[in-house]
């Protein structure tokens, strides 16, 4: 390997604007690499956490006593457990209010589609500023790539023997702002599909929950 070659040297070396175009691309990659270990533990959490519910659920434990206890619990309920608890109490509500089981029973899936619905919102935040950060980050790297291009080409203009060695070193500065385009583009869009598989994922796993807790509320009210 070349000893002259110093990433940092040409990093510090660039011209003002292709420095900004670094900082912004640094700036990218520091956030979506925040999101991305964010949302990681959010779906991980979330997986392990429906996992648990459905092995309570289908124990063949009491449905009231299920609802007390998720109730009382002092940490937020999330994922099926709170389509469950929003579906049951809107059950128990509509019943108390002295209207019919149909009735109840739809109003209970109403509330679930809605609490449904909230859950993959809540999963689904921040990956569409992943996925931009991995769409157009090239493209600014690529910006500032041309900008220290065309800069070093403008200052031969005030030279009377254009050589390469006068050329080389401002268009390696420039290349650096493509490869941090590229380091920051590549891990968002890696690890964008990867979420958004793990979301549609989860997003079957509540369906098909609620469509099944619906049946069970069917069956209660003798529909």
């Known amino acids: 390997m070349n000893q002259d070659f110093n990433f940092v040297e040409l990093i510090m070396n660039a011209s003002l604007p292709v420095k900004g175009v670094m900082v912004l691309l640094v700036l990218a990659s520091i956030s979506s690499w925040w999101i991305i270990f964010a949302k990681w533990m959010s779906l991980k959490n979330a997986s392990s956490r429906s996992k648990k519910f459905e092995e309570t659920f289908w124990s063949g434990i009491d449905l009231n006593r299920l609802y007390d206890t998720l109730a009382k619990r002092k940490n937020k309920a999330a994922g099926l457990e709170r389509i469950f608890e ?3 109490r809107e059950f128990l509500r509509s019943r108390k209010a002295s209207q019919s089981d149909v009735k109840a029973t739809e109003s209970a899936d109403r509330a679930m589609r809605i609490s449904l619905n909230r859950e993959i ?3 689904e935040r921040h990956l569409p500023f992943l996925a931009t950060i991995g769409s157009i980050s090239p493209y600014i790297g690529l910006l500032g790539t041309v900008i220290g291009i065309m800069i070093s080409f403008h200052a031969l203009a005030n030279v009377t ?3 390469i060695a006068l050329v080389a070193p401002g268009i ?3 290349l650096v702002a493509t490869a941090m385009g590229l380091f920051a583009a590549i891990p968002a869009v890696v690890f964008y ?4 598989s793990k979301v549609e994922r989860l997003y079957t796993q509540y369906d098909i929950f609620k469509e099944e807790f619906s049946t ?6 003798g529909g």
């Open 161 to 163: 023997q254009a050589t």
């Open 172 to 174: 390696s500065e420039a």
């Open 193 to 196: 599909n990867n979420f958004n």
């Open 216 to 221: 069970i509320l069917h069956r209660q009210a």
């Open 121 to 123: 919102d809540g999963l």
């Open 86 to 88: 929003s579906g049951f």
